[in-house]
């Protein structure tokens, strides 16, 4: 998670303070399934800056993942 979140913190808006958990769960998701989620969690957050560029997939294709994977 720590990883996932280095990746993203320069298109973070600054003046946020930002809690992220895990929740318990039996399998620890894949450091691409934290990634992709955390980034649409921000987004969705309106946390990220303006135009800034996806290191991941596109918006779709993320929620794609997301819903195959049952990441909620």
């Not at 720590?2 to 913190?9: G, K, T, V």
């Not at 320069?10 to 303070?17: A, F, K, L, S, V």
């Not at 992709?36 to 135009?51: A, C, D, N, Q, T």
């Amino acid at each position: 998670m720590r990883e996932a979140y280095r990746h993203l913190e320069p298109r973070i808006r600054e003046g946020n303070d930002i809690v992220i958990t895990l929740r318990n769960v039996d399998e620890l998701p894949s450091y691409a399934q934290i990634s992709v989620e955390m980034e649409v969690l921000l987004s969705r957050l309106k946390v990220l800056k303006p135009g800034a560029e996806s290191n991941e997939k596109s918006d779709d294709q993320d929620r794609q993942v997301l819903s195959e994977e049952h990441l909620s």
